[in-house]
């Protein structure tokens, strides 16, 4: 089957490339708000996020943290917000997401993203949907947020619970997507039973995607291909439109070129365009790729 493939180094905060209710699934993996390697990118992108890193340097006060924890949050539900827009009624939004731990001002604290997204995506009008845990089997244990245990997980009480899972939170825009009696493209995309059986369940076991040496790839925190692989198959039909707002390297890109879907994905860091470039030069005859850019 034909399909098209969009990639747009643009802000996703605005996607003015797509029309209301045109895009059928939106998967993706923002960055997470308190994760160090992020924070340039927020930074960067949020005047009002550059002030309160500022005013929490020059004076660490709780009150600050919290201030900042929120402008992250509420740049992010930007970007849900143009999603809704854009999905069709019954469309899907998948958000993978991690929570944080770090240590400012001396405390050590979780930051629960996962629960802000939630938030915010209801108050936009998304319902939500039983979501998934991605079980990952790379991350160490912790002990004071400074990497493994040092034997101090076996006294009580000090020690705390790794963040070994990630969320995928599942959205879906209004009512139940509807289809013409035996429609073709949806028959066409049924699911075995061993693909229903292990996908539709809240617990998934999967390796991180290996991150390789190059800075460029360790920046864009890639999920692994099976993940977008199996959001496309679950929550989409052949033919489909598939949105990633936050690129990166492009795995979703490759997942709806592999599962016959058409797809748009935008990403603000243009230097991307290599890794996304290679990743994507295997593709299948069928799968058509532009790419275009949008200043602002
Ligand atoms: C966690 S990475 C996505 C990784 C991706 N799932 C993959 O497999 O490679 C988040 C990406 O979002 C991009 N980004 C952040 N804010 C953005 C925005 N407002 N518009 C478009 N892209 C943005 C970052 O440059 C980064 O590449």
Redesign the pocket.
């Known amino acids: 089957m034909q399909t098209e493939h969009r990639i747009i180094f643009a ?3 605005r996607m003015l490339e797509l029309p209301h209710n045109t895009v059928h699934l939106m998967i ?4 997470y708000p308190m994760i160090k390697m992020w924070d340039t ?1 927020f930074e960067e ?1 949020n005047v009002e996020i550059a002030r309160l890193w500022q005013v929490l340097r020059a004076d660490p006060r709780e009150e600050t943290v919290t201030r900042l924890y929120e402008a992250m949050h509420i740049y992010l539900a930007e ?1 849900w917000r143009e999603t809704y827009r854009v999905l069709v009624e019954g469309g899907i939004a998948c958000i993978n997401i991690g929570d944080a731990t770090r240590t400012i001002n001396g405390a050590f604290r979780l930051f629960p993203n996962h629960s802000r997204v939630i938030e915010h995506c209801q108050r936009i009008g998304f319902t939500s949907l039983p979501y998934i845990l991605w079980k990952k089997p790379t991350t160490k244990p912790k002990y004071k947020g400074k990497g493994a245990f040092l034997g101090s997980g076996f006294l009580p009480p000090n020690a705390y619970v790794t963040l070994d899972c990630e969320y995928i939170l599942i959205f879906r825009k209004g009512k139940l997507r509807r289809f013409p009696k035996h429609d073709y493209h949806r028959y066409h995309s049924k699911l075995s039973k061993t693909q229903r059986d292990a996908w539709f369940t809240q617990i998934w076991n999967l390796t991180g995607t290996r991150q390789t040496a190059s800075h460029v790839e360790r920046r ?4 692994p291909l099976e993940i977008a692989d199996r959001l496309i198959r679950m929550f989409s039909v052949e033919g489909d439109l598939v949105l990633d ?8 890109t490759e997942a709806a070129m592999l599962a016959e879907r058409n797809s748009v994905g ?4 243009d230097a ?1 365009l290599p890794l996304i470039e290679r990743r994507l030069s295997a593709r299948p005859d069928a799968c058509k790729l532009s790419v275009a850019r949008r200043e602002n």
């Open positions: 802000d996703s905060r993706t993996s923002p960055p990118q992108a970007v864009t925190a890639a999920f707002p936050f690129l990166g390297s492009g795995t979703t935008y990403e603000k860091d991307l």
